[in-house]
């Protein structure tokens, strides 16, 4: 927006320096030209993000959905395919090179021609940044569901986008009115050539560079151009809906008056729909006065109307929601909620907005007939569900049923889907976000496990053993884990009734192939697997350590008797042999005695600690067995 509010100040430019001359304001040049430096980088920025973002592959889009494209040079083809021509030209720096580069290269430079070809260069380049900033309102209105939240800051908003129009078309007056004093003054040098007295009138007097020149003043002294081209007689030339700029001295003006006197004057035809216009016979002036007319017309409807909307309402679904969030912030006030209970909320209702628009999907799809709603569903959620890996092994006849029963689930990060030791009432299939399932298995001291679960993962099998049972009980299944979301979750939910049914109506889902499938996809039984293995682990250490201590036990008793052999074959020997000897049987004796000690050691362990569980941890009981085959061939 400020780059659309920069770009007509070049209009502003060119000013009557003078006596029948036109200058260019240097100082307000290298104002706009640094400002409009600035928001040229922003706009290469968004160009270089461009490349840089991510973009939903059109072949796989569906409601919403649809499968992200990251690959560089995809997204690079894709942008360049689209609109890197319109922002590309956006980008680019074009009144600058012209005002500092182009210009001071030309051999003959002159003010008109300077106010020509910056007008040019930035109504060629206008259009471009137009239809660049139009997506980008688009893409705000899309993702929020509105630019302004309130009601008084989108009435605000389009009122700006007025006051831009009015901008734009008094700029555009103003640089028409310079054109048109210009324009005179060149048909009444052309006349004064004609005639013989002297001195003969030069195009080059009429550019305030040559203003302080002998043969110009010479030339000022006996010229009528002056009088010919007074906005206050029109006799010899009609300015028409210029006259105005002539009257009131806009051209000379400081630029801050000029600015606001051109406004001014945008404004009020603009809402009059050009009706005080005072046009003369100019095709162009005529042209532009039904501009005018017709621009006003359309841009006053389109603020009073938008105005209107936003004092009542932007939608009905938009006031609905704003509504509906009004009444959630009164009602978490009231109630003196935490804050951070109060941003989880809100992040929640946010987040429920981006990802459905505010559409009750269920609600809708209810109201089709059956065979369009299967179709839908089957459209929507079939590529979904075959990620899952347990449903990777089904029909699809089975994925039809399933498909048709499952609803739309959103959850926040932080927010926890089912804590260990409540009923389970759904089964949740992860499409993306990531989710923490973590047990105390019921509570035990010394006993914790957590993991990931990620896109394709589900959780709440729970309520798979629960509905495979030929009669099952009324009262659902308890979670043994806690699953807590670690981000922002989408999900794809399986209510109890719903499996229930489907379990009862398909045979194909009692089959050893499923059951394997849920044994090895499950966490459950994979956290049971593995400290089933842990502990089988440990008693074979155990076991090998108890072997390892009798083999040593009964090395250190072999040792024992042979050093006691020895003492009694040393007996009849010399004395210093029976010092060694006896030296030797201390030594077994210890070792012996060590033994011993290790050996009983062992026993009060083995007493203490039964065969049967060996870990010191609490016992993990093994998840209870889906009955796959109840009441049902095997399959």
């Known amino acids: 927006m400020v780059a659309m509010f920069l770009d007509p100040i070049y209009f502003y430019l060119p000013v009557i320096g003078g006596d029948a001359c036109m200058d260019i304001d240097f100082p307000l040049g290298v104002w706009v030209t640094l400002a409009r430096t600035v928001t040229d980088l922003f706009f290469i920025m968004h160009v270089i993000v461009k490349f840089r973002t991510a973009f939903v592959a059109p072949s796989s889009r569906v409601f919403g959905r649809g499968e992200l494209v990251r690959d560089p040079k995809a997204i690079a083809i894709q942008y360049l395919k689209t609109r890197f021509v319109i922002d590309f030209t956006a980008a680019l720096p074009l009144p600058q090179v012209i005002i500092w580069f182009v210009i001071p290269a030309v051999k003959t430079p002159s003010a008109n021609h300077a106010k020509h070809t910056v007008s040019l260069v930035v109504l060629f380049q206008y259009i471009p940044r137009i239809l660049a900033v139009i997506p980008l309102n688009r893409r705000i209105v899309k993702t929020t569901g509105a630019v302004a939240k309130t009601a008084w800051s989108g009435a605000a908003y389009n009122l700006v986008l007025y006051v831009l129009a009015s901008h734009i078309l008094g700029a555009s007056w103003y640089l028409a009115s310079i054109q048109r004093q210009h324009e005179c003054w060149d048909i009444q040098c052309e006349i004064e050539k004609n005639h013989t007295h002297s001195p003969s009138c030069n195009p080059l007097f009429l550019d305030c560079t040559t203003r302080d020149t002998p043969e110009r003043d010479a030339w000022l002294r006996v010229t009528h151009l002056l009088t010919s081209c007074d906005a206050r007689n029109d006799e010899h030339f009609q300015f028409g809906m210029f006259a105005d700029a002539f009257i009131n001295h806009v051209g000379e003006a400081d630029f801050i008056d000029k600015y606001f006197y051109c406004l001014w004057w945008g404004l009020r035809n603009l809402s009059s729909y050009g009706q005080n216009l005072m046009a003369s016979t100019h095709e162009g002036e005529l042209l532009f006065s039904i501009g005018i007319c017709i621009m006003g017309l359309v841009l006053f409807a389109h603020l009073i109307g938008n105005m209107q909307t936003y004092m009542q309402s932007t939608t009905a679904r938009l006031e609905e929601w704003r509504i509906r969030r009004r009444d959630t912030e009164e009602w978490m006030s009231h109630r003196q909620l935490p804050l951070e209970l109060q941003e989880r909320v809100r992040r929640f209702v946010q987040y429920k907005w981006i990802a459905t628009r505010g559409v009750d999907e269920e609600s809708i799809l209810k109201a089709l007939p059956l065979d369009l709603r299967r179709q839908i569903q089957r459209h929507l959620c079939l590529a979904l569900v075959r990620r899952v890996p347990f449903f990777a092994q089904m029909d699809d006849q089975l994925l039809d049923a399933i498909c048709e029963r499952l609803v739309s ?120 697997g593995a400290c089933y293995i842990q502990t089988a682990w440990r008693r074979l250490k155990r076991r090998k350590l108890q072997l390892e201590l009798a083999r040593q036990e009964s090395l250190f008793y072999a040792q024992a008797m042979d050093g006691e052999e020895d003492y009694d074959d040393g007996g009849e020997g010399s004395s210093m042999d029976n010092a060694n000897n006896a030296q030797h049987l201390g030594v077994t004796f210890l070792a012996s005695k060590f033994a011993a000690n290790t050996r009983r050691g062992m026993t009060k362990q083995h007493t203490l600690v039964p065969d049967d569980s060996t870990l010191k941890m609490p016992k993990f009981f093994k998840p209870e067995e889906p009955d796959f085959y109840g009441d049902h061939e095997d399959s």
Request: hydrophobic residues 35%; glycine residues 6%.
């Open 409 to 528: 689930s959103l959850n926040t990060r932080d927010t926890y889907i089912v804590r260990e030791g409540d009923p389970v009432n759904e089964m949740l299939f992860i499409i993306r976000g990531q989710l923490e399932s973590s047990t105390t298995n019921g509570g035990r001291s010394g006993f914790f496990n957590s993991i990931t679960l990620r896109p394709g993962d589900f959780c709440g099998e729970e309520l798979l053993t629960w509905a495979l049972m030929p009669t099952s009980r009324l009262n659902l299944p308890l979670s043994t884990r806690t699953v807590k979301a670690l981000s922002e979750v989408e999900a794809f939910a399986l209510r109890a009734e719903d499996l229930k049914f489907v379990a009862k109506q398909f045979k194909r889902l009692h089959s050893k192939k499923l059951q394997h499938a849920f044994r090895y996809y499950s966490h459950q039984w994979r956290t049971w």
